[in-house]
């Protein structure tokens, strides 16, 4: 088996942890909701990922869980990977999974493959970040990594207007879903 094809092969397993569902919604399709990326029609298509994309992933992985293993080590207060889920109404949970959370605060980690602007966080990341803020309201931080192994945190500012925002987008999606499902 060639690396490629491992790469590809672990990245675009099936796994059932991160399964869709209609009324069960992850933090991270709220961005790909709102930019039309992820629409009721494709939401249970699974579209594997390109070589240069698991490459992404992977680097991204790698870095995190050496981040964990130093944490883990150095017997640093932290819980990496929890899973909290917010009831959003009768029919609608939004699961959030956190990096990294400390007693006071939250690191979502990152590692962009395109430049970002100083101290700003991309567009891409916030709807995520706000899901975390609303999980546990705690401080969250955008960790950045960076070659050489680097982690640059950007404080990520809580905005009601966007929390209401992302409830409207996301009751709206799921009644959209549930009415595909219907006429199915």
């Not at 992977?58 to 889920?85: A, N, P």
């Not at 709807?127 to 945190?153: A, H, I, N, T």
Request: glycine share 4%; aromatic share 12%; net charge positive.
């Amino acid at each position: 088996m060639r690396i490629s094809e491992l790469l590809s092969n672990y990245v675009n397993r099936d796994s059932d942890e991160h399964k869709r569902a209609v009324g069960r919604y992850w933090a991270t399709d709220i961005g790909p909701i709102m930019k039309g990326y992820l629409t009721p029609e494709n939401f249970f298509e699974r579209k594997p990922i390109d070589l240069m994309g698991c490459r992404m992933v992977l680097t991204g992985i790698c870095f995190e869980d050496m981040l964990k293993k130093m944490f883990e080590t150095l017997r640093v207060d932290c819980e990496s990977q929890i899973k909290k889920e917010i009831k959003i109404d009768d029919e609608i949970t939004l699961v959030v999974k956190t990096d990294f959370v400390f007693k006071d605060f939250v690191i979502e980690t990152k590692f962009p493959f395109s430049m970002i602007r100083e101290n700003t966080i991309p567009d891409r990341y916030v709807s995520q970040l706000e899901c975390e803020y609303r999980s546990l309201y705690k401080r969250v931080y955008l960790g950045v990594f960076s070659v050489p192994f680097d982690l640059k945190l950007i404080e990520y500012i809580p905005s009601q207007r966007r929390w209401n925002t992302i409830l409207r987008v996301l009751k709206d999606f799921h009644q959209k879903l549930k009415q595909l499902q219907k006429n199915g």
